[in-house]
Nanobody, 127 residues
Framework: QVQLVESGGGLVQAGGSLRLSCAASGRTSSSYHMGWFRQAPGKEREFVAAISWSGGSTLYADSVKGRFTISRGNAKNTAYLQMNSLKPEDTGVYYC????????????????????WGQGTQITVSS
């Protein structure tokens, strides 16, 4: 079992930056990938970014490429999402997630590939 706790959400003006953190605990092995998803009001949850357990591979949604950066801490049990040049359409609840499996593939853009989820943190970008 893996527990995920997000932090760092808040209110920011368009063009601003925020950094989200996701702390993982509960599983002795640190070899699991991590992803970020978001959900805007009235919309389905969508993929934002994912990072491999080693930190050597990443995936990004087209809508955030060049603006968001996903990374891992040195201890590998923390993932970060640096969000720059924020837009009002980035508003939503951001969730950290981890899959049970260890295979790295583009399928990790699908929420169905993830077994563990955090409680979410709200990001509001004002225009």
């Amino acid at each position: 079992q893996v527990q995920l706790v997000e932090s760092g959400g808040g209110l920011v003006q368009a063009g601003g930056s925020l950094r989200l953190s996701c702390a993982a605990s509960g599983r002795t092995s640190s070899s699991y990938h991590m992803g970020w998803f978001r959900q805007a009001p009235g919309k389905e949850r969508e993929f934002v970014a994912a990072i491999s357990w080693s930190g050597g591979s990443t995936l990004y949604a087209d809508s955030v490429k060049g603006r968001f950066t996903i990374s891992r801490g040195n201890a590998k049990n923390t993932a970060y999402l640096q969000m720059n040049s924020l837009k009002p359409e980035d508003t939503g609840v951001y969730y950290c997630a981890a899959p049970y499996g260890s295979s790295w593939s583009p399928r990790l853009q699908a929420s169905s590939e993830y077994n563990y989820w955090g409680q979410g943190t709200q990001i509001t970008v004002s225009s």
